[in-house]
């Protein structure tokens, strides 16, 4: 619990900052695959770890990007950690890289609750949440999305998702090989 409300109020002083124009990216060149080999890693010592697969294209195994591996890291993080959430346990979950144009593109495919047609406008702002009832059974305060969204953007990417309810999610972001920053 103690480390599930750290990383809340990270993300809200994280989302007042970006807001804020104070978000300082340490862009760095970065293996793809030490950066994904690494989210995984860190799952396997969650006490909610599932069954994550990483499945990289061989076009992709050896691409370096420039980004600040942090921040990224934090978005991985954020999508694993949802795609968790809102699975049964021990539901395969696939953490993807492939080549898109000029770039690479990171998924995390869960088999999941998928989010509720009604919903799917709001999955990025912040504070928003699926189901706001006081009963509901996944905790989060409607955050990380948001942030997740304003680190990929910060990096010159872009972020989106496809869903079906009641059959799973595809969260997904594109980082261009070259920042230009």
């Known amino acids: 619990n103690c480390e599930r409300l750290v990383r809340v109020v990270d993300d809200l002083l994280d989302a007042v900052k ?3 124009g104070g978000l300082t990216l340490r862009l760095e060149p ?19 770890a599932v069954n994550v697969r990483l499945q990289i294209d061989e076009a992709t195994r050896d691409v370096e990007i420039v980004i600040d591996p942090v921040r990224i890291q934090q978005v991985l993080d954020n999508l694993l950690s949802n795609a968790v959430k809102f699975s049964e346990t021990q539901a395969p979950i696939d953490l993807k890289a ?19 047609k009604d919903f799917q406008h ?3 702002e912040t504070f928003s949440l699926a189901d706001s009832s006081s009963t509901r059974r996944r905790g989060g305060v409607g955050v990380g999305l948001s942030v997740a969204k304003m680190i990929v953007e910060a990096h ?11 059959e799973g999610s595809c969260f997904y972001f594109d980082l261009p090989l070259e920042q230009g920053v």
């Open 98 to 116: 492939s080549r898109s144009e000029g770039g690479v593109r990171v998924s995390v495919v869960d088999r999941g609750v998928g989010i509720p």
């Open 30 to 48: 970065t293996k793809l695959v030490d950066l994904l080999e690494q989210a995984l890693e860190s799952r396997r010592f969650a006490h909610d």
């Open 156 to 166: 010159r990417g872009k972020i989106g998702f496809t869903s079906t309810p009641g």
């Open 18 to 20: 970006i807001n804020a």
């Open 122 to 124: 709001a999955v990025f």
